[in-house]
């Protein structure tokens, strides 16, 4: 007889059970209603109900400097669907820890092993602390999820493998819609592609980047044409203030 045994994807699919037991656990009781929820409950009314279309989103530390509305848009399926009720964005943040629960699976698995893959998705999905960060519901839950990518990206390109480049310029475009604190993470691409490989860049891969580049960051081109470059002259005071 041959013994049965378990498949790394019966295992994942455990763990995703596990990450969303304790994503759903009292969904009600401990959903946090602050602030950011009221802000993007708003938000989101506004392109519902208003047909608003949003270039930006919530402002940030940075007077004058927003985020982006790719979150707010993601939102708006979910409350749409449950008659504009709050409790749906938490669906979002549902679907979002699964996709990051297999794309550490993946990611971790293909630099790794298969072993490494799971166990990095058994942190994210049972750590309590991620647990309660993934239950805020804000587009900053994303950045698990666009670190591990960016990990992926760095790791083919010290492999002098540049077809995820349209990947990178899909990082790179919604850093703006995320965090900008990401944006010092940009320093270390030059050091993994360093020396670069021309004879492996593909024109195909390279004309992908942009277009994704640029389709993320659109909105915030348009609205600096349309206000006058008014986010990026916020960014330029920020950074003349800080170094005065």
Not at 77 to 83: C, E, G, I, T, W
Not at 187 to 193: D, F, G, K, N, V
């Amino acid at each position: 007889m041959h013994r049965k045994t378990i498949t790394p994807y019966f295992i994942l699919l455990l763990i995703i059970s596990v990450a969303l037991a304790f994503r759903l656990y009292k969904l009600e009781a401990f959903y946090i209603f602050e602030y950011d929820q009221d802000l993007y409950s708003w938000i989101v009314k506004d392109i519902l109900i208003n047909h608003h279309i949003r270039l930006i989103g919530q402002m940030t530390s940075i007077d004058g400097f927003f985020i982006g509305p790719l979150y707010y848009y993601l939102l708006v399926p979910f409350y749409f669907f449950s008659s504009m009720n709050p409790l749906s964005a938490t669906f979002l943040a549902l679907s979002v820890s699964v996709l990051t629960i297999l794309s550490i699976f993946y990611v971790f698995s293909k630099i790794f092993t298969q072993k490494v893959g799971l166990i990095g998705a058994l942190i994210y999905a049972s750590s309590l602390s991620i647990v309660f960060i993934d239950r805020w519901v804000v587009p900053t839950q994303l950045t698990i999820l666009w670190s591990t990518w960016f990990l992926f990206c760095l790791m083919k390109f010290i492999d002098r493998d540049y077809k995820t480049l349209p990947i990178l310029g899909f990082l790179l475009g919604s850093i703006w819609h995320i965090h900008i604190a990401l944006l010092p993470l940009i320093a270390l691409i030059p050091l993994s592609i360093f020396p670069f490989s021309f004879k492996k860049l593909r024109t195909k891969s390279l004309i992908l980047f942009v277009i994704a580049f640029f389709a993320l960051t659109s909105p915030f081109w348009i609205f600096e044409i349309r206000h006058d470059l008014k986010q990026i002259n916020a960014l330029f005071d920020f950074y003349n203030n800080a170094v005065s």
